[in-house]
């Protein structure tokens, strides 16, 4: 787990930039010391996964910790759909295995995904109550960044919170701190290491089962949807909806 706090200049519509402390934080230990706002990351996969079953027209998407829970909350559910895996493998008798290649060809008009991963839901379920939470990947990057910065009172800190100590989850938290800083990330810059990876060339070979090689061009493209998916605690889950932003590249004064 790393913590490691630096000091950024948000952007700001007041004649005043206003500063927000910026803190990187790794995993479950991570999420429970966040402060102001957490915003969990998932790159592959769970958080793309949710942002394509929101912009396919999910009413909403439920995290869970356990598969166990996930099939127990969606029998409560009419129609509703379960995305799972455990340590990264499909989970016998569930359809759909954490991938957003799936979740885009399913029809989600309307209807509740309920959620299970290795570690998006297990680390936005270690949040501390009181701390208000985003959940984020590359393609909702900026509109996440926007969303919080919009929020009132402006939040002094934002704990940027990778789920795995993995690379994608890292240049998310980057590209993310650079717009917070009002520049323009170079988002293949900082994926390099993971495109340069064993991890990487294994899974474009279609070897990693329930992972189809579409889920990382899907995944690790940026900013491919103007919205937010801020979440909000309920009995048993957490509950992600869509929040639409309006998108500027630069939205310093």
């Keep these: 787990m790393t913590l490691s706090p630096d000091i950024m200049l948000a952007p700001s519509n007041s004649p005043h930039d206003l ?28 958080f793309t996964v949710s ?20 099939l127990a ?42 959620q299970r991963s290795s570690a998006g839901t297990q680390v936005a379920a270690a949040v501390a109550e009181g701390i208000d939470i985003f959940t984020a990947s590359l393609v909702v990057a900026r509109a996440t960044v926007q969303a919080c910065l919009l929020r009132r009172p402006t939040p002094q800190h934002i704990t940027l919170i990778a789920s795995a100590d993995d690379p994608e989850d890292h240049a998310c938290a980057r590209y993310m701190e650079a717009i917070i800083r009002g520049e323009e990330p170079d988002a293949e810059q900082l994926l390099k ?36 998916m801020p979440a ?17 590249k630069n939205t310093r004064s």
């Design 232 to 248: 909000a605690r309920e009995a048993g889950y957490l509950k992600l909806t869509r929040a639409d932003q309006t998108i500027t």
């Design 73 to 114: 909350l969606a029998a409560t559910i009419p129609d509703a759909l379960v995305s799972a895996e455990e340590e990264g493998l499909p989970i016998p008798g569930i359809a759909i295995s954490n991938s957003p290649t799936q979740i885009k060809a399913a029809d989600l008009k309307g209807r509740v995904l309920v």
């Design 19 to 46: 500063l927000v402390e910026v803190i990187h934080a790794t995993g479950i230990d991570g999420a429970r010391q966040a402060r102001g706002i957490a915003v969990v990351i998932d790159v592959l996969r769970s």
């Design 193 to 228: 290491p993971l495109r340069n990876s064993e991890r990487y060339a294994r899974l474009m070979s279609g070897a990693w089962p329930g992972f189809p090689p579409t889920d990382l061009e899907l995944a690790l493209t940026p900013d491919r949807f103007n919205f937010a």
């Design 51 to 70: 942002a394509y079953a929101l912009a396919g027209g999910a009413r909403e998407c439920r995290l869970v910790t356990t598969t166990h829970a996930a």
